[in-house]
Structure formats: structure tokens, C-alpha cells
């Protein structure tokens, strides 16, 4: 579903020296800024269930520090670069940033698919990554968290792993773990849901009733399906999920003008967030090629799967009726084709902010491990409603005072934030 014609990394610098530019950032900031800090390429020996060793690449990447330690997930992905981990790392740095939570930016990645790989065979693979970087990662320094294909259960693996390496117990080390095992109440539905209070804020702004909009959504992984569900539960009708389906390799696009039932269609998804085809055009659903969902007469378009989405050549199937780009993946649109939304009255939501629910709620889970006291879930609700409003506001009430661009707003607070990190440090 991604293309190859754009290098993240790239991407994220150029949106970086856009802004730096606006803010004239002296040199020595500039250049820090504009690169991670540290990058950690190893590979992890994994003995398979057949007997045989399969040798996987692996990176962990610290963009930068200076507001608190490195946070950011860990991707299984057979086609993991290093680019995109320096991509992901780099806009992990601003998401924190613009949600004032006081860490830093990392990424990890693992060239593998865990389609292919059996429990046990995952397990040695998350237990290897820990042994090769268990030096770099750890609560004062670099905190890991799930991913794109990664789960709890594989960050219990890790922290297992740690803690055995370390004799002790250090459940901070790592987020996103299941409840009861030092995970929090509400990390799983927190991106969606942080999605879809962003998105609630700029409705109102607009005075647009959520109820009489409709959306299509690419993706259906955890992120995209509590996104779908709040939306809805908001009266919002999805018209459209697009999503990859590895039975046979392909993206499609599940269609029901009437509106998707969220829950009917997670019922029918598998552990990777792909839909049963079957199944689904046994429930009544039209299937259309997977690029479709862009296509749709809808009022806002969340991509909420991987980065390069929405270029200029795939700009123009954006019907006219669309109001808002709502960015729940990172990087889903590259910079090339900015210029084209915002000269159409297109609304965007940038990634860093409007995704930024995720990283929130592992910094509460941070907190309660730390207290050793867990929170119910409606504290971590109204705890993570309240982050994500402030932040919106703080970026939308920017772009009016400056005529600017979202995303450049968003960047302009969370680019000052770090800056100023790195002065008070004397680092530059």
C-alpha cells in the first residue's frame, strides 16, 4: 500500500527545514536537530522451530533527548529501513513535543514478517533484540513500546528479557504491556481515540455536527479500528475501510454506503488487522481495489496506515467534497503534496499531533509503573482528553494568529520546545 518513490527520512527533514527556516534556528541547533543522535544497526541470531538459525536486521534509533528520554515503538516490517526508523524517531521527537510530555523521540525495527513466524520463534526474536540493546534502552534513557505488528505480548518478552538480564524489576522500561503486567487501562484504544478528540475539537471549530459527517479510513489496525469506533459512537458514519489482507497479498477496500458496523468488521479481522473478504461480502460489503478508499464522496479521509499515502499523483482522486485530512499514521502524506491540500481549503491534521493519543497514554503507564499505582480507565479518558485538547488548541489557535499551515503550526510549537531544550542544555 506504500509507494517507494519518497524516503521518509527525507520527508522528515524537509518538514523539519521548512519550519527550522521560519523560526531562523542558528546552525548548530539546526544541524543536531535535523539528525537522530544515535543509531544502533545489529542483527539477532534466532534458532527457528526447524532446527535451522534465520539471522534478522534490526535498529534501534534515538533522534534526540534533550526533553527526557528517548520514547518510540518497535516495528516488525519485512520492508523496515533504516530511513524509516530515522523518520519515525525524528517525528516521535515533535509528537512529544507538541503534546508536552517531557521525553525525547526513538524507534526501533525489525526486518522480519511475524505473519511467518511462530509464537516461539517471535518470543527468541523479542528476547534477541533485548540482549543485543539492553545497555541502550531502559527507563532513564530510551523506552520502547509497541508498533506497527508488534503487541504486549511481545513487550513482556522484552521486559522479561531486561529484567532477567538486570535481576530485577523495572516495568517502566517498557510501555504498552498487557493490563495487570504493568500495562495501563486505555493504551489500547489511546491513539484512536486521541485521533478522534483532535478531530472533534476542529469539528466544533468549524461548526460541522460530527453526526452528519461520513469518513473513509485507510488501515484497520488498532489505531484505525478506535478511531472507527469513537467516530462513530460520535454519530460519524464511516463509509469505507481500506486494509491489507495477507491470504492473498493484496489491499481492498470494504464499502458499505449505508456505514460500516466497526464491530461487525472487527469481528471478521485477523490478529494483523486484515478483513476475512469472504466474510465481509457475506455481511454485505462491496470490495474495491485497496487505493479506492481515497476515492470516496466523504467528508474527512484518515489514513491510519503507513507513510506515503497521499502524493501528488495519487492527489487528484480526492473528491471535492472532502473538508479534512485527519493524519492517523505517520508520514501518510508526503511534502510535495501539501502545497496541493492546503491550495484546495483542505483542513489537515498533522501526524505528530493528531496521532500523538499513543505515546500520551504510555507516558501515564510510565507514571503508574513508576507509582506503582494503576488508574482507573476513565482517569486515563479524561487525563487523555484533556492532553490532546490543550495541544490541539495550542497549534489551531497558532495557525489563525499566523496563517499557518496545521502542520507548520504544529511544527513551530513542538521545533521551539526542543530548541529551547538543547539551549538551556548548552548544547548548541
Excluded at 511462530?118 to 543485543?132: A, D, K, M
Excluded at 529484567?163 to 504493568?182: A, D, L, Q, Y
Excluded at 461520513?214 to 475501510?241: D, W
Excluded at 485497496?290 to 499515502?309: R, Y
Amino acid at each position: 500500500m506504500a509507494t517507494t518513490a519518497y524516503n521518509p527520512f527525507e520527508n522528515a527533514q524537509i518538514q523539519f527545514d521548512q519550519v527550522a527556516d521560519l523560526l531562523e534556528l542558528n546552525s548548530g541547533t539546526r544541524e543536531l536537530l535535523r539528525q537522530p543522535m544515535q543509531e544502533i544497526h545489529f542483527t539477532i541470531p534466532v534458532k527457528m522451530d526447524d532446527g535451522t538459525t534465520q539471522v534478522f536486521k534490526a535498529y534501534r534509533i534515538r533522534h534526540n533527548d534533550a526533553r527526557g528520554p528517548g520514547k518510540g515503538g518497535i516495528r516488525f516490517h519485512p520492508h523496515e529501513t533504516a530511513d524509516t526508523v530515522r523518520a519515525l524517531s525524528m517525528w516521535m521527537t515533535w509528537k512529544c513535543a507538541v503534546v508536552d510530555i517531557p521525553l525525547g523521540g526513538g524507534k526501533g525495527g525489525v526486518v522480519c514478517d511475524p505473519h511467518h513466524l511462530s509464537l516461539t520463534e517471535q518470543e527468541r526474536l523479542c528476547r534477541g533484540y533485548i540482549r543485543q540493546l539492553f545497555t541502550q534502552v531502559g527507563p532513564n534513557l530510551d523506552v520502547p513500546a509497541p508498533d506497527v505488528m508488534t503487541n504486549g505480548q511481545h513487550m513482556l518478552w522484552m521486559l522479561d528479557e531486561y529484567e532477567t538480564i538486570n535481576n530485577g524489576r523495572f516495568p517502566s522500561m517498557i510501555t504498552g504491556k498487557p493490563v495487570g503486567m504493568g500495562g495501563s487501562l486505555g493504551r489500547k484504544e489511546a491513539t484512536g481515540y486521541g485521533v478522534v478528540y483532535v478531530l472533534k475539537n476542529l469539528l466544533k471549530e468549524l461548526n460541522i455536527p460530527t453526526q452528519e459527517t461520513t469518513a473513509s479510513i485507510q488501515g484497520f489496525g488498532n489505531v484505525a479500528e478506535y478511531a472507527a469506533r469513537m467516530y462513530t459512537e460520535l454519530g460519524g458514519k464511516v463509509i469505507a475501510v481500506s486494509c491489507w489482507n495477507q491470504s492473498d497479498n493484496q489491499a481492498y477496500t470494504f464499502k458499505k454506503q449505508a456505514g460500516c458496523d466497526i464491530e461487525q468488521l472487527a469481528q471478521i479481522k485477523d490478529d494483523f488487522g486484515g478483513i476475512d473478504k469472504e466474510k465481509a461480502i457475506d455481511l454485505g460489503y462491496e470490495v474495491l481495489p485497496g487505493e479506492d478508499w481515497l476515492k470516496q464522496e466523504v467528508d474527512i479521509l484518515i489514513p491510519a496506515a503507513l507513510e506515503n499515502q497521499i502524493t501528488p499523483a495519487v492527489f487528484p482522486n480526492i473528491s471535492e467534497k472532502v473538508k479534512i485530512i485527519c493524519e492517523a499514521a505517520n508520514g501518510p502524506t508526503t511534502p510535495d503534496c501539501d502545497p496541493l491540500i492546503r491550495e484546495r481549503g483542505i483542513t489537515l491534521l498533522p501526524d505528530f499531533l493528531c496521532n500523538a493519543g499513543g505515546v500520551t497514554c504510555s507516558y501515564f503507564e510510565q507514571v503508574q509503573c513508576g507509582m506503582n499505582y494503576f488508574w482507573e480507565i476513565e482517569e486515563v479518558f479524561e487525563k487523555l482528553e484533556s492532553a490532546m485538547t490543550k495541544a490541539f488548541y495550542a497549534v489551531y489557535e497558532l495557525s489563525l494568529e499566523k496563517d499557518l499551515y496545521m502542520r507548520d503550526a504544529a511544527y513551530t510549537i513542538a521545533i521551539q520546545r526542543v530548541a529551547e531544550a538543547v539551549r538551556l542544555r548548552g548544547w548548541a
